[in-house]
């Protein structure tokens, strides 16, 4: 099982990123899909997560940030909008899966966000 993400990159404070991730493997059914971050010095954080349709976010980035399953199966999308320096980390994506009888935690390998002008 591979979770490969994508579209990290610098930019400006105030611009846009989005973020792709695309699940691959026997992964089995995915319940959640979503994004985490780790800043230099801090821990790792939930940034997003996506379950049956109900998204929910950190509060630092609510208002700002969208996360959505992409037309393909087993994708998972975060729209970054007025990226604050403070946005800048690693970016894991995450997804929760349920292969019998088991329920399993697969992670990307990260993409670094940087925003500094």
């Known amino acids: 099982v591979q979770l490969q993400a994508s579209g990290g990159g610098l930019v400006q404070p105030g611009g846009s990123l989005i973020l792709s991730c695309a699940a691959s493997?026997?992964?089995?059914?995915?319940?959640?899909m979503g994004w985490y971050r780790r800043a230099p010095g801090k821990e790792r954080e939930l940034v997003a997560t996506?379950?049956?349709?109900?998204?929910r976010y950190a509060d630092s980035v609510r208002g700002r940030f969208t996360i959505s399953r992409g037309n393909v199966s087993n994708t998972v999308i975060l729209q970054m909008n007025n990226l604050k320096p403070e946005d800048t980390a690693v970016y894991y994506c995450?997804?929760?899966?349920?292969?019998?009888?088991?329920?399993?935690?697969?992670w990307g390998q990260g993409t670094l966000v940087t925003v500094s002008s």
């Open positions: 996506t379950s049956r349709g109900i998204a």
């Open positions: 493997g026997n992964i089995g059914v995915i319940k959640a």
């Open positions: 995450h997804a929760d899966a349920l292969r019998l009888p088991s329920r399993y935690d697969y």
